[in-house]
């Protein structure tokens, strides 16, 4: 059974075509990046595929079944992390996750679990708001993970983290991948996290798949790496992206 299903879907905002046509097919256990220059419709995208905003045509089936029949069932199986998370400030840490862990009849006890997979012990009593960035995204993981979700949604869930907690992030997901029940789609602007972590790569530019397979099929002797092979594709150059994303 496919775990995700887009099939010519577009999505438009006012004047702007945010979507253009998108087709994939994700299988179980995938760990799928989707990358692309800013604007180029990938968060756009995501957020469809989540059930959080609706194509304008096309279809999207999350394990054979469509949002708006069975948006209750597919709630329990996914996890995500939006680009950017706000939270309740007036909440801690660990309140914050029982009351998530709540919404999805959870014990108590997976609040603390997921805790530790991501390194919150020191700051469970800190209230939300007095978070730095990284800790915030590392909140927004804990989020994602308290259902053990089958598919798993991040939307540059290491963008801004420092390069000792992107390490620690990509060790969670790695033992995710081993485990194998687990489907990830993640954005990202860094080409290493796609590699390290991600076999599926789908580029996207303008609204549109520009390429996509398995790494090692798309890459040639004028790409020799991911960062040639975005380049290549679209024409600029992902160092100006990474200034752009730390501004
Ligand atoms: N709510 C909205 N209203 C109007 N335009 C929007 C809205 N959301 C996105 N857009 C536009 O749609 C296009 C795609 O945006 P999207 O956020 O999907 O890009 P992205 O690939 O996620 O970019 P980034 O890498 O910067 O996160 C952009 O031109 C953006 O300005
Ligand atoms: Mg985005």
Known sequence: ?????????????K????????SLAIERGEFVALLGPNGAGKTTLVEMMEGLRTPDSGEIRIQEKTWQKNEKELRK?????????????????L???RLFASFFDLADDRAKEVIALTGLENK????????????RQRLALAVALLNHPEILFLDEPTTGLDPHSRLDLWNILKKLKDEGRTTLILTTHYMEEAESLCDHI???????????????????ENSHNLDEL?????????????EIVQK
């Open 1 to 13: 059974m496919l775990q995700i299903e887009v099939k010519d879907v577009k999505k438009s905002f």
């Open 15 to 22: 004047d702007v075509q945010a979507v253009r046509g998108i």
């Open 77 to 93: 199986i996914i996890g995500l992390s939006l680009q950017e998370t706000r939270f309740s400030e007036k909440l801690t840490v």
């Open 95 to 97: 309140e914050t996750l």
């Open 124 to 135: 469970q009593k800190s209230l939300t708001g007095t978070l730095s960035g990284g800790q």
């Open 202 to 220: 789908i580029i996207v530019d303008e609204g549109k798949i520009i390429q996509e397979g398995e790494l090692s099929d798309m890459l040639d």
């Open 230 to 242: 975005f380049i290549n594709l679209t024409g600029k150059k992902l160092n100006d992206i990474d």
